[in-house]
């Protein structure tokens, strides 16, 4: 991985950690590195029509 995708990682994370603190118990973690701001999962189709 290049270092530029590992620090956009690295800020994606950031940001959710900030999320996930705002939800509290809410919170759902799923495992999912790209999710809603509640932590639910992203549709598939949403994630394809960001790239049309």
């Given at each position: 991985?290049?270092?530029d995708t590992?620090?956009?990682l690295r800020a994606h994370r950031?940001?959710?950690l900030?999320?996930?603190l705002?939800?509290?118990e809410a919170w759902a973690d799923s495992g999912?590195?790209?999710t809603q701001p509640d932590s639910s999962r992203l549709?598939?189709?949403h994630v394809s029509d960001q790239f049309l």
């Open positions: 991985m290049d270092t590992a620090r956009v950031q940001q959710q900030q999320e996930r705002a939800m509290g999912f590195v790209f549709h598939p189709q």
